[in-house]
């Protein structure tokens, strides 16, 4: 299905549209607080949907964490190294976070594009394509910041943007829905199993 005539809209860099930095860096592992005063979120807390479980993220305890570095709702998580390269969408603001070292993060700054579309648009083929190419490194692969700088973007109307974001969740929803309907149906088959194994 083509959503979207690329030929009659204006294509930008990203860095033009937002600012890219790094994830936190960290200086050792990272240890569970249970009152600890941020949580770190790690690419073991993106699932498969691309979308941040918020029930795993590790809370710990950082001295001296700058505003700057601390998440804001909107930004962009992209998995920088390894060979998913498949970006999040923060949305936890009420909860101090911070990105693991992994991460590049995307802050959206200019007016003519959302950060959801953002984050939909480097999910799909050709900016994916456009980063595998980019990626550097032997042994693990990684993305420089300098080179997703360089992602072009197509810039469709707010009104356009606003209806791909629309249908990307509605696909989303359809997706966790049906992956839903797999793990009861899973569910039921193991009991099945175990109760034939139960009777005489």
């Known amino acids: 299905m083509n959503v979207m005539n690329t030929a009659t809209h204006l294509t930008m860099k990203l860095r033009q549209l937002a600012t890219i930095r790094s994830g936190y860096a960290l200086r050792q592992g990272i240890k569970s607080v249970e009152n600890g005063n941020v949580h770190v979120i790690q690419i073991k807390d993106i699932n498969k949907h691309n979308l941040i479980d918020s029930a795993s993220v590790t809370r710990t305890q950082i001295d001296n964490i700058k505003p700057e570095q601390i998440l804001q709702n909107g930004d962009i998580l992209l998995r920088a190294r390894g060979e998913n390269r498949q970006a999040a969408l923060f949305a936890m603001a009420q909860a101090t976070c911070l990105a693991a070292p992994q991460f590049l993060i995307i802050s959206v700054t200019a ?87 139960k009777e005489p």
């Open 111 to 197: 007016e003519q594009v959302l950060p959801e579309y953002i984050y939909w648009y480097i999910n799909q083929k050709p900016a994916q394509s456009f980063l595998s190419k980019n990626a550097v490194g032997t042994n693990i692969l990684n993305i420089p910041a300098q080179a997703l700088g360089k992602l072009p973007i197509v810039l469709p109307s707010l009104q356009r943007q606003r209806s791909l974001i629309a249908l990307n969740r509605l696909v989303a929803e359809e997706q966790q829905l049906l992956q839903q309907k797999i793990n009861n149906s899973r569910r039921m088959m193991t009991a099945i199993v175990q109760q034939l194994i």
